[in-house]
């Protein structure tokens, strides 16, 4: 019994590690070559596992179908849960992007919106959520250190519907001006 039990853990450490192996081959075959930092795309590193997963499944489901989010639902398709969980974990812990400089008056009005909203509109603040620094929490994503142009872009895609599944983001996205929204994601890129 006791044999049986050693040559049992033993094969099921062997699928974990190679399963791991796998997970990072595949992330760095299938997704660094547009995910690695200063690419241009979106940054993952740091970013929740939780909101990586949903995101992918979202995808997959097309709740988001912006003309970018189509072209990337491309690159998630046909992956089950298990190996899209493994992404999320894997992309998860990596670094995060480094922060970018901007003009230090747009930062600071974006600052003020990001930890105090707009009352006068009724937008929260959005520290509620994304964390005093923006570094997410679980379902709410990471916004620190992300592109302002992606960041900017979501909110033109939470305003027109071609992300369907969140009501929060909708919401605040159709109270806040185009000037309001390059404030608050180039404050976000400077963290
Ligand atoms: C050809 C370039 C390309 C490849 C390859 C690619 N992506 Fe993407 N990815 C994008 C673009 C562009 C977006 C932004 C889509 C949008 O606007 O919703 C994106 C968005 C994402 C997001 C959402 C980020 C956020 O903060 O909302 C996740 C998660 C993601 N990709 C994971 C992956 C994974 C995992 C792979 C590999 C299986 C991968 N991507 C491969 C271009 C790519
Ligand atoms: C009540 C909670 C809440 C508040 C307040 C909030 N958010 Fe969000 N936000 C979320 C959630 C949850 C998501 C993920 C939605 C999804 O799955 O598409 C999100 C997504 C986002 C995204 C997309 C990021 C990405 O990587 O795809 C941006 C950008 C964003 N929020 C910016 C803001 C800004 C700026 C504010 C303040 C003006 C704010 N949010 C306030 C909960 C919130």
């Known amino acids: 019994m006791k044999s049986l039990a050693l040559i049992l853990s033993a094969m099921l450490l062997n699928v974990s590690v190679a399963s791991a192996d796998a997970i990072s081959d595949l992330a760095e075959s299938k997704c660094t070559?547009?995910?690695?930092?200063?690419s241009g795309f979106p940054n993952l590193g740091a970013q929740t596992s939780e909101y990586i997963f949903q995101s992918l499944k979202d995808y997959q489901?097309?709740?988001?179908?912006?003309?970018?989010?189509?072209?990337m639902a491309k690159k998630a398709k046909g992956f089950d849960d298990a190996t899209l969980k493994g992404l999320a974990d894997y992309f998860s812990k990596q670094p995060a992007a480094a922060p970018a400089d901007g003009d230090a008056a747009v930062i600071a009005q974006g600052k003020d919106i990001y930890e105090n909203g707009i009352q006068a509109k009724g937008v929260l603040a959005c520290n509620n959520c994304h964390g005093r620094d923006g570094e997410g929490n679980k379902m709410s994503p990471r916004l620190a250190s992300q592109l302002q142009t992606f960041l900017?872009?979501?909110?033109?895609?939470?305003k027109d519907g071609s992300i369907d599944?969140?009501?929060?983001?909708?919401?605040?996205?159709s109270k806040l001006s185009d000037d309001e929204v390059t404030a608050v994601t180039t404050y976000l890129q400077s963290k």
């Open 152 to 158: 900017a872009s979501q909110f033109v895609a939470y």
């Open 165 to 173: 599944n969140q009501a929060e983001m909708k919401d605040i996205a």
């Open 61 to 71: 489901s097309a709740a988001r179908h912006s003309d970018n989010a189509v072209m």
């Open 33 to 38: 070559k547009c995910h690695a930092a200063d």
